[in-house]
């Protein structure tokens, strides 16, 4: 008993909080090459890998937004499509209404849909679990319907935004669409791991893993759930309005499409909730079974939904939570561990 | 005036069929606390279901009833019992996920089968028989059986609750599920047969659905959000809420739809928030004996 409380016994024992490890170090240096040659690729990829990859890196970038609320925050929601139809159709407005450039609408595009966001988190933030996650469904469905009547945005059947890039060489198109999407997805992978490394990341993780309990603590539960919210909405806005920038064309059933979560459910699922790395390997997955199964039409999304299902019920952890947990590996750490003093090098 | 009276009474009929819709997603919550995701999947189904019996066998949309509400009820168990069990101890989300899966999944094999055209099955008269009830009003025949048909699922129900030791191994499962196990009661079993009831009446909502409108594979989830409204804005754990619920869908809908046919659905989607700001939890909230 007295041993215990001896403060000698645990100097003998020295710990400390490590964050970093050697797989980390590696995976930074691989982010910012990667980031490097991508921004690059303009210059020596062809135009259909080019838009392959803007593609990859906004469906990454849905992704790691999904990933933010439900595996880090707990907040699971169905709805994100609201916010890239909303992205969407901001860039219909500031393009076609404003006569802004495309590109620098992204950004304000993701603003109009954080700033929409705040009511819509006033109204669903009144239900509680599954309840919540079918609430922002209704919302997205809302913004559709609104959209859909407004005639002035093109009623049901859409608009063209070609207009909107008279002038501009494809290859500028292109390359700017890449440039965005860069930094799109690697952007929310960065900005994903420092904010989860911060002490609102800590909040985050604590609400997921009990609100009473981070109440206790002094975590402000509400506020933090809310900017969350809010955050999550900003990429989805954003990348709502890129990957309409690469379709050309806008319709409220293309914009508020269920897909879009389906997407970002699917690929977070089975990469891995709650890792930063695990969206990149859903991705690469996700769009690999694109790519096999490309002839067989429905039979893709049937695979998808089963292996979805199957990970969920056997390897909850998704694909790299089970690689990791097997190889001892991360390279995006963003937990705290205690290493004792022994085995300190 | 007759004219906003058949619109207003065309609206509450419709809340019968929104309230059928709805009973099996509250049972499943009130007993299970999960949202079945693929719940308005699982109506498409047995819409299909029953026009395949139809168009194959030509038999009367109705008959087929005895068909599909055996088969979509033991289908409910054994999903239940294989997939949904072990989905239930791992928080929301993965009960969430799984009936999410299992919702494309269905949507898909649904188009692989079907194709994606529109489906619909017809009763020779029944479409448009209409009881005058005066002065120029009158309600359609068809969508007073779909209501009498949800007041009696909701009595019927209402009854085994109450009466039954199944009702109270329900209950008793609702209200504390570990104390009910130590009571010796099975809740897996007791699980699997609050799947099987509810999907026996999603059938009867998939074929009522079946005969008033055409379905086509996609058809699913906008019955969920029917289903959810519904549920949300009776009040949890309150099946004449649920009705209630289903009657002011149906009637803001169908005010939206005479106003401009393009805000039928809004309409009901927007009094459905409006609700829920003004009254979170629902307009009667556990007015169940639990």
């Known amino acids: 008993m007295n041993s215990i409380l001896q403060p000698a016994a645990a100097a003998s024992r020295s710990y400390r909080v490590v964050r970093s490890t050697g797989a980390s170090r590696v995976g930074g240096v691989v982010l910012l090459a990667a980031t490097a040659a991508l921004l690059s690729a303009p210059w020596w990829a062809d135009r259909a890998d080019m838009r392959f990859a803007t593609e990859f890196l906004y469906v990454l970038a849905l992704a790691q937004m999904w990933n933010l609320l439900a595996g880090f925050g707990g907040v699971i929601s169905i709805g994100q499509q609201a916010f890239v139809g909303i992205g969407a159709y901001a860039l219909v407005f500031f393009t076609m209404k404003m006569g802004l450039d495309p590109f620098a609408s992204v950004a304000l595009a993701g603003i109009v849909a954080a700033a929409l966001a705040i009511p819509t988190a006033a109204i669903v933030f009144r239900l509680q679990g599954a309840y919540f996650a079918v609430g922002t469904w209704v919302v997205a469905e809302t913004f559709r319907l609104l959209v859909a009547n407004s005639s002035w945005l093109g009623d049901g059947s859409g608009l063209s935004i070609t207009s909107a890039f008279r002038g501009m060489t494809p290859w500028w198109r292109d390359a700017s669409s890449m440039w965005v999407a860069v930094v799109l997805g690697m952007g929310s992978t960065i900005a994903l791991y420092l904010v989860l490394r911060s002490r609102f990341g800590l909040a985050l993780k604590a609400i997921r893993d009990s609100e009473p309990a981070s109440e206790s603590l002094g975590v402000k539960v509400t506020a933090t759930k809310w900017v969350m919210y809010v955050a999550s ?113 | ?204 909502a998939g074929i009522y659905l079946g005969m008033r409108t055409t379905f086509d594979p996609a058809a699913g989830p906008s019955r969920l959000l029917y289903a959810f409204e519904a549920v949300v804005i009776g009040g949890l754990g309150s099946l004449w809420g649920t009705l209630a619920g289903g009657m002011v869908l149906g009637v803001s809908q169908a005010i939206g739809f005479r106003l401009d046919p393009g805000w039928g659905v809004l309409s009901s989607h927007l009094a459905f928030l409006v609700i829920l700001v003004l009254r979170p939890r629902g307009l009667f909230p556990r007015m169940r004996d639990r």
Not at chain 1, 247 to 272: E, Q
Not at chain 2, 97 to 102: A, D, E, P, Q, S
Not at chain 2, 110 to 127: C, K, P, Q, Y
Not at chain 2, 182 to 199: E, T
């Open chain 1, 233 to 345: 909405a900003l990429g989805c806005g954003c990348v709502g309005a890129l990957a309409f920038i690469t379709k050309l064309r806008v319709s409220p059933d293309s914009a508020f499409s269920l897909d879009w979560t389906t997407t970002m459910l699917f690929i977070v699922i089975i990469g891995g909730v709650g890792t930063i790395e695990g969206p990149i390997v859903g991705a690469v997955f996700y769009f690999g079974l694109r790519w096999l199964l490309a002839d067989y039409g429905s039979l893709y999304l049937i695979t998808l939904g089963l292996l979805a299902v199957i990970i969920v019920l056997r390897l909850p952890q998704g694909l790299w939570g089970y690689l990791a947990a097997r190889f001892n590996l991360t390279f995006f750490p963003v937990q705290r561990r205690v290493v004792m003093g022994d085995e300190v090098k």
């Open chain 2, 1 to 204: 005036m007759a004219e906003w009276t058949n619109t207003i009474l065309q609206g509450l009929m419709l809340g019968g069929l929104y309230a059928m819709f709805a009973i099996g997603l509250s049972l499943t919550f009130g007993i299970m606390r999960i949202v079945n995701v693929a719940h308005g999947d699982m109506i498409i189904v047995s819409a299909y279901m029953a026009f395949w019996l139809v168009e194959t066998f030509h038999m009367d949309p109705f008959a087929s009833l005895l068909i599909v509400i055996p088969v979509m009820a033991i289908l409910g168990y054994i999903l239940q019992r294989t997939m949904l069990s072990r989905a239930l101890s791992g928080g929301i989300l993965v009960p969430l996920m799984v009936t999410y899966g299992l919702s494309v999944i269905l949507q898909n094999v649904l188009m692989e089968v079907f194709s994606a055209n529109s489906r619909a099955m017809r009763v020779e008269g029944l479409d448009t028989a209409s009881l005058s009830l005066g002065g120029g009003i009158a309600v359609g025949v068809y969508p007073l059986i779909v209501m009498c048909t949800a007041i009696a699922v909701i009595f019927i129900l209402q009854l085994v609750f109450a009466k039954t030791p199944l009702g109270r191994s329900f209950r008793a499962t609702s209200d504390d599920q570990s104390t009910a196990q130590l009571m010796g009661i099975d809740n897996r079993k007791v699980y699997a047969l609050a799947m099987a009831l509810s999907f026996a009446i999603v059938a009867l």
